[in-house]
């Protein structure tokens, strides 16, 4: 569609449900409503708790057309610190438009609306000059509209990339069919999933959720294989391989056109703390291999004596584990094993627990209440739960809204003074039918803001049918100023009381927490505008720190909670589930193997002659994916089998998005945990434990250790890093 006419298509929705929206609220959700966005317009906090309902689309983005117009082009000094203040005010907004766009799903009036409303930004910014409102600060989504030789292609890309999730996200639930002793799992986990007129058999669903914890149960490996298959097999179809190379091609040029070498080099500018580190990137990663291969190692050696073993008892004794001893070190004398004995031997070698019995320390019914009881301690914050009908119907049911006051004491108030420093005066005001915050805000209570848990993800029908994919990915969100929301979106498909919590959901939990705790003390300290490009491993360092406290027993024993007697895991339980070399490998592989797709030219990648087949037809040539498949295999320490696709487990977010390419952020973030803090000392019983917890966590707040490069900090002590 011709630009011009797109834009003003998008400009006519705007006017019209602009002109509308007024018409169908009523005088008082109006006035709510102004005051909210006067305070979010100017940087204010408002001491009670919002809703989405408080969060008007069109009257949000009105607001915003307000101020575009009244800025223009001036020469005094004068004016042009007027300009900056409206600048900074309607990119306040902007953030505040967006949230509302991920709190609710977006119509198609207004993704057009927004539209206009970007265009809008971009173009009064390029008028009235850049240097009026810090670059850096300046919105990916706004500045890449004044990227004239790339802004419709990234709208493209966009495009591209959420046909290719779609896809991903209806594939369909496959479901393995074995016999009850085909599988070593807790009977309570059988029982669930128990064939319906042959209860011998298990009839279990295979996904990307669960298919380690079924692969782990499986004796026999041409049954692993199976599941293996299973995974894979959806993926096959829909053309995918096509929007794969579609989505890298574009990418590429992207970055090329705006004068980089590659994507790898223009995410890590764009998205990370790192922006010009690109060259040293490789001898980082050099660093981080060097210590991944050396885990590898002793893992591989150890699965080799399990081998030996095996074989060398006799048939006699052992029968079937000595033919499976046998054939593991016949699979070994060939070079890596496949993947799914691979993953099978480790978890023997580890003396991993049944995670199902794990899992039953973990039930639904405790778990918020322990673990927000357990944080506060550690980051010695008070809270308050808000109770109030009237707000919390507002909200999705079984939503968890707390009101969050940080303590008066020795190990904060310098970070708090700073924050306090820094901020606006609060907006104290009676919401509608909220009768419980007409109170005056005490001298000593310093609030720090709302968090507002969404526990559970809206279920739809079709939903019982296929696998919940990167729809179902948890986020968290500053709404603005002390308001943030976490939606963890997990399923709830049966009895809330009887659901337990996986392991990688208990480390969610403690990921999007990281985030959120760290958000509300930001906020305090900037304007709601300067969070639109904080940098990607900044932001996970503090999930990642937050992940690193569920991997200590006195957290973990406090946290569990049996439903039937009340008991908690011991220290046996724990050292099974604790963290081990697999989870710093793990983040490397991704990271890894995200920077080798990106940084490569993928006309060079899938075409002998980038420019002569250009056009050459991708639909059905499956082929063209082995060169990614043979590049990636390396850094796997198993083989891959030939059903292996990179669609069926986390790779999908390595194409999702413009933040893809800087999926190292996580690898940054994580050593900079391992390089700067010690979660082992910690214990909640020992305060001394707490407070040295908290000098550290709040002086790394207080400092902005987003200035300090860490891959610089890992080239400068190799030993150190690979030492932990």
């Not at 495009?159 to 496959?174: E, F, P």
């Not at 579609?246 to 705006?258: M, S």
Request: aromatic share 12%; proline share 2%; glycine share 2%.
């Amino acid at each position: 569609m011709n630009k011009r006419i797109n834009f003003l298509i998008n400009k006519w929705i705007f006017v019209f449900f602009s002109k509308i929206s007024p018409i169908l609220c009523s005088v008082e959700e109006r006035k709510l409503r102004e005051e909210i966005v006067e305070h979010v317009k100017n940087s204010k906090i408002i001491s009670y708790p919002i809703d989405k309902k408080c969060i008007n689309f069109f009257f949000t983005s009105k607001e915003i057309h307000k101020l575009i117009s009244i800025t223009r082009t001036v020469e005094t000094t004068n004016e042009k610190r007027k300009n900056q203040i409206i600048v900074q005010n309607c990119l306040n907004l902007y953030y505040f438009l967006i949230t509302c766009a991920k709190l609710k799903k977006i119509s198609y009036f207004q993704r057009r609306a927004l539209e206009y409303i970007e265009e809008n930004i971009a173009k009064h910014i390029h008028n009235i000059g850049v240097e009026t409102v810090d670059r850096k600060f300046i919105p990916y989504t706004i500045h890449i509209k004044n990227e004239k030789s790339v802004s419709t292609l990234v709208g493209e890309l966009s495009m591209d990339c959420s046909n290719y999730l779609r896809k991903i996200n209806g594939v369909k639930i496959r479901y393995l069919t074995i016999g009850r002793h085909e599988i070593s799992i807790d009977e309570d986990w059988k029982k669930k999933h128990e064939c319906t007129f042959d209860k011998k058999k298990l009839r279990i669903p295979i996904s990307k959720h669960n298919y380690e914890f079924i692969l782990n149960g499986i004796n026999e490996s041409s049954l692993r294989e199976k599941v293996l298959d299973l995974l894979n097999s959806p993926y096959k179809k829909g053309n995918l391989n096509k929007d794969i190379i579609n989505i890298l091609k574009k990418r590429y040029d992207i970055a090329t056109k705006l004068g980089y070498k590659n994507w790898v080099q223009y995410s890590m500018s764009h998205f990370t703390s790192e922006k010009d580190k690109y060259n040293k990137l490789k001898d980082f990663f050099n660093v981080v291999k060097e210590k991944v291969d050396g885990d590898y190692e002793r893992i591989n050696a150890n699965i080799v004596k399990m081998a030996y073993s095996k074989a060398c008892i006799g048939n006699a004794q052992l029968g079937r584990e000595a033919d499976r001893g046998n054939k593991l070190c016949k699979d070994l004398s060939k070079g890596k094993l496949f993947m799914h004995d691979w993953s099978y031997y480790y978890n023997k070698i580890m003396n991993k627990s049944d995670e199902y019995f794990v899992n039953t320390f973990f039930p639904h019914a405790h778990i918020w209440k322990n673990f927000i009881r357990i944080i506060s301690r550690i980051y010695n914050f008070s809270y308050e739960m808000v109770e109030d009908k009237e707000v919390l119907r507002k909200w999705p049911k079984g939503s968890l809204i707390y009101r969050i006051n940080l303590k008066d004491s020795n190990n904060n108030d310098k970070v708090w003074g700073s924050i306090s420093s820094r901020t606006t005066p609060l907006l104290t005001r009676i919401p509608l039918g909220v009768e419980n915050y007409r109170k005056e805000l005490e001298g000593d209570v310093k609030l720090l803001g709302y968090m507002y848990i969404i526990p559970y993800m809206d279920i739809k029908l079709m939903d019982y049918f296929k696998v919940p994919s990167m729809n179902c990915l948890s986020n968290t969100c500053l709404i603005c100023k002390g308001h943030v929301v976490l939606d963890y979106k997990f399923i709830g498909t049966m009895p809330i009381d009887k659901k337990l919590f996986s392991s990688s959901e208990i480390l969610t939990i403690f990921h999007e927490f990281g985030h959120a705790y760290h958000l509300l003390l930001l906020s305090r300290r900037y304007s709601l505008y300067q969070f639109s490009n904080m940098p990607l491993d900044y932001a996970e360092f503090f999930s990642h720190m937050n992940e690193h406290l569920a991997n200590n027993y006195s957290v973990l024993y406090n946290l569990s909670n049996k439903v039937d007697d009340n008991s908690k895991i011991n220290e046996h339980i724990f050292k099974s589930i604790k963290f081990d070399s697999s989870r710093l490998a793990n983040i490397y592989t991704h990271s890894v193997i995200d920077y080798e797709i990106h940084d490569l030219n993928p006309y060079n990648l899938f075409f002998s002659n980038s420019l002569e087949n250009n056009k050459k037809d991708i639909s059905e040539d499956n082929s063209l994916l082995l060169p990614f498949y043979d590049i990636i295999e390396k850094y796997f320490p198993y083989k891959i089998s030939s059903t292996y696709s990179i669609h069926s487990t986390s790779f999908p977010y390595h194409f999702s998005c413009y933040y893809a390419g800087s999926v190292l952020s996580y690898l940054l973030a994580e050593i900079r945990v391992l390089m700067n803090m010690s979660i082992d000392d910690l214990s909640i019983k020992k305060n001394s434990s707490l407070v040295a917890f908290q000098k550290k966590f709040y002086t790394i707040v207080q400092d902005d250790i987003v200035n300090a490069s860490v891959i610089d900090h890992a080239l400068a002590n190799k030993q150190l890093l690979v030492s932990r």
